[in-house]
C-alpha cells in the first residue's frame, strides 16, 4: 500500500508555489498532503495528489524538475503520544523516519505520509503491529 509522493524543486521566489498550485489545480489535481521546506534558493515541495499520474504528467510538461517516489500513508491515533504507535515500531526495527507530513483534510483522522529508508520493512511492521494503512482510497479524500 504505497503511495505516490511527488517532489518539485522550485526557485524561492514570490509566487512559485502559486503557479504550481495554480496549473495543478486549472487541470482537476487536488493536492491532498503538502509539505514545503525552504532552503536559501531552492525550496522542496512534497505532494501527494489525488492523480498522481495526471499530476506528474502536467508538472513535466510545464517544465517543473520532479520526482517522483513511493511513501506510505499510515493513521495515527488522535490523542497525546499517538505518534509514538507509528514511530515506535519502525525505531524497534532500526528504520528511519526521512520526514513525515499531514494529510489535509481528513476530519477527524489524523493521516500522516512517512517517508522512510526500508519501505518494504516498515509496511510489515506496522503492519504487524495493527497501524492502519491507507492505500488508494488516499487519492479518494
Known amino acids: 500500500m504505497a503511495i505516490q509522493q511527488i517532489s518539485i524543486s522550485l526557485e524561492n521566489v514570490p509566487g512559485k508555489l502559486s503557479e504550481v498550485s495554480e496549473i495543478l489545480g486549472k487541470n482537476g489535481i487536488n493536492i491532498i498532503a503538502i509539505s514545503v521546506v525552504d532552503a536559501a ?8 495528489a489525488n492523480n498522481p499520474e495526471k499530476a506528474t504528467e502536467v508538472l ?35 528504520i528511519n523516519v526521512s520526514y513525515l507530513y499531514p494529510v489535509l483534510g481528513t476530519g477527524d483522522k489524523t493521516i500522516l505520509i512517512v517517508g522512510v529508508d526500508n519501505l518494504e520493512a516498515a509496511k510489515e511492521v506496522l503492519k504487524q503491529s495493527w497501524v492502519k494503512m491507507v492505500g488508494d482510497e488516499l487519492y479518494r479524500l
Open 41 to 48: 534558493d531552492i525550496s522542496s515541495i512534497r505532494i501527494v
Open 60 to 94: 513535466k510538461s510545464n517544465h517543473f524538475n520532479i520526482h517522483v517516489t513511493e511513501v506510505l500513508a499510515a493513521e495515527a491515533p488522535n490523542h497525546p503520544g499517538g505518534l509514538n504507535a507509528i514511530l515506535k515500531p519502525l525505531k524497534e526495527r532500526n
